[in-house]
């Protein structure tokens, strides 16, 4: 609740803030004897405040908040906080309170998380409030720098409540994915909520051709290839007689010089290690 203006309580009234209250008031509050700001609660006094008679009977439960501009200083002895540390801890009602043009974030996003699960990669988000907003856009990016959207998300009306959202993304590449959440307000107003990384390993088997070969040279196909990813050839002793990165797809290697026999293809990066055979005529 905002009171744009003085407030004033009578010497018998008790005023209570509960959990996940808040009362700004936008000028002089001539408060009750019988003040009490909830755990969660939040009491803001853009002006001075004062007690009647000499009684200063403010109870404050555990973290409830108390700001009061009234010199920029904290007093002990009725727990009020300096105002000034309002615009660190809750930047949008310092702009209500204030009247400051600052525009407050359209959503109190609780978390972004990302699963990797055997259908892709999951995204979950909750937000303990959504006001003046319009949609939610995830972004994924392979290298955490360029980002392209991926689904749009629209939402109905304001919500004081805590609102779960999900989305699967069927298709990630493989590696790594990263996924950034963007908060869309109805005046277009764009605040980035948050990045999050996840690992896809839906790479498909490691494709060696001609296998049998004798021309010499081997096609090689692998989806997962990137920097980092390494090709090795090993004998029928398990002797390594060939190795090189494969920082593409599709790769041709000569097997000129290797003696007739059966061969290990094997591929390998940070994330999974496929392997093939290989017989050479």
Known sequence: MVIEGNLTFSNHT?????????LIVRGTFAASPHLDVASGGILIINGSITWPGNEKQGSFENDGEFYSRVNDTKYSDDGRQNFNQLLATHP????????????????????????????????????????????????????????????????????????????LDRQPPYGANYYRLKATDIDGTVAFKGMVL??????????VSPNPSSSGK????????????WITILN????????????????????????????????????????SRLLLQ
């Not at 008790?14 to 209250?21: A, F, H, V």
């Not at 972004?139 to 779960?164: A, C, M, W």
Request: charged residues 15%; glycine residues 10%.
């Open 218 to 229: 081997i096609q090689l196909g692998y989806a997962g290839a990137a920097e980092g990813t």
């Open 92 to 167: 949008d009602l310092w702009a209500i309170a204030t009247g400051s043009g600052i525009t407050p974030l359209p959503v109190e996003l609780l978390y972004f998380r990302s699963t990797t699960i055997p259908q892709g990669i999951q995204l979950d988000w909750a937000s303990a409030k959504e006001w003046d907003f319009s949609h939610y856009i995830l972004e994924r990016s392979g290298n955490g720098k360029d980002f392209s959207p991926i689904h749009t998300l629209y939402v109905t009306g304001d919500s004081q409540s805590t609102k779960t959202y999900s989305y």
């Open 198 to 207: 996840a690992y896809s390993g839906t790479t498909g088997a490691l494709d």
């Open 236 to 275: 029928s002793t398990g002797a390594e007689v060939l190795r090189l990165e494969m920082p593409v797809n599709e790769l041709t290697i000569s097997t000129t010089g290797l003696p007739k026999g059966l061969y290990i293809v094997k591929v390998w990066n940070q994330f999974e290690v496929k392997q």
């Open 14 to 22: 008790e005023l209570s803030i509960g959990p996940k209250g808040i």
